[in-house]
């Protein structure tokens, strides 16, 4: 049921008791005037309508979002005016239908402010703290929408600086073989071309699957190959039951690519590069080993690292983790942790949100 037709049922059930109780209380001690019974129709119909034209007016001028001070005279006031009114009307009519019940009554103006003002104020109280409860929750809901758009738009800036940082170092490993081999450079421009489809679909893609990634890594490190040759080593250890699991696109391309820039590059008789992946806890490991020094890596360039960082905490939160560190004295070690995720739980995260 839609929360306008709850609000006009509630209306209707809650007045049309209220009022026929009393009017039931009566009818038992006095018995059944036609008359009274029509007043109390009409005490229903006014009720409603004071109740909605209070509503009307709160939600126009926006009361609950003003500070406690400023809200609660004008509650009391509504209240008192609401009371007023319904006092109005029913006091010259009970005079005339039962002018013997109020014969005894000194206070008589009073007793009918209270009695409906407690009426009215437990209505006006209870609809001022539902609708300071749900703009609250509004509130928090436009709150959270707007950092996920935040969120969003920083992931997929983050993706779209990977684009010209690999392709300008790809391009220039290309180069490099032109002249000195134009079978191998044909070659590496075919590695690159897929590399360039993967990097392309990252822009549209949060996650990919593991082993779309290794591909492109593989495709990487056989460009890489064909320029260093013999002083590259490389070896990717993956665990088979990981290859369907998500990861973000291009990242160990970054991490694979800086491995090779600031250690292998560097290191005069060559190094290695190492991936490995597998599971442990429910979560999924990375570990990238290469020849290098870390000092020499965060003094040169901390954009892949910083990238992978930021990245990671967008994605996964604090569910995510990325550690680089210099385990021995010439080989970097970066580990990457990731919750488990395959390509059908994103899927129905994504329905759930939608549907939400």
Not at 273 to 279: F, G, M, N, P
Request: with cysteine; charged share 20%.
């Amino acid at each position: 049921m839609s929360k306008r037709k709850t609000y006009w049922l509630c209306q209707i059930i809650g007045w049309t008791s209220l009022v026929m109780f009393e009017f039931g209380a009566y009818t038992l001690e006095y018995g059944f005037v036609q008359e009274y019974f029509f007043l109390a129709l009409a005490n229903i119909l006014l009720g409603i309508i004071l109740t909605h034209l209070y509503r009307l007016m709160i939600q126009r001028w926006n009361w609950v979002r003003l500070p406690l001070i400023q809200l609660i005279p004008r509650v009391l006031a509504s209240v008192f005016v609401l009371s007023a009114i319904m006092t109005m009307v029913n006091l010259p009519i009970d005079h005339v239908l039962v002018p013997e019940t109020l014969v005894h009554e000194p206070l008589i103006i009073m007793g009918y402010l209270l009695s409906w003002g407690k009426s009215i104020l437990a209505w006006v109280l209870s609809y001022t703290v539902y609708l300071y409860t749900e703009q609250n929750r509004n509130a928090a809901i436009e709150t959270i929408l707007l950092k996920t758009s935040i969120r969003e738009t920083e992931a997929k800036v983050l993706r779209s600086q990977l684009n010209p940082h690999f392709v300008f170092n790809a391009l220039n490993s290309i180069r490099a073989l032109v002249l000195e081999n134009p079978s191998k450079a044909q070659q590496g421009i075919t590695q690159l071309s897929n590399i360039l489809r993967n990097s392309l679909l990252a822009d549209r893609r949060k996650t990919v699957e593991l082993r779309e990634e290794i591909k492109t890594v593989e495709d990487y490190l056989e460009l890489e190959k064909v320029r260093y040759e013999d002083r590259l080593n490389a070896r990717l250890k993956v665990d088979p039951k990981t290859h369907y699991l998500q990861v973000p696109p291009m990242m160990l391309q970054t991490l694979v690519e800086n491995a090779i820039k600031h250690g292998v590059q560097k290191a005069i008789g060559g190094g290695f590069v190492e991936l490995t992946s597998w599971l442990e806890d429910n979560l999924l490991h990375i570990r990238i080993r290469n020849t290098g020094a870390l000092g020499d890596t965060e003094a040169s360039n901390g954009f892949g690292l910083k990238n992978t960082s930021q990245r990671l905490e967008l994605l996964y939160g604090p569910e995510a983790s990325f550690r680089i560190r210099q385990e021995t004295p010439d080989v970097v070690c970066a580990d990457v942790v990731m919750p488990m995720q395959s390509d059908s739980i994103l899927k129905r995260t994504d329905t759930q949100k939608v549907t939400s």
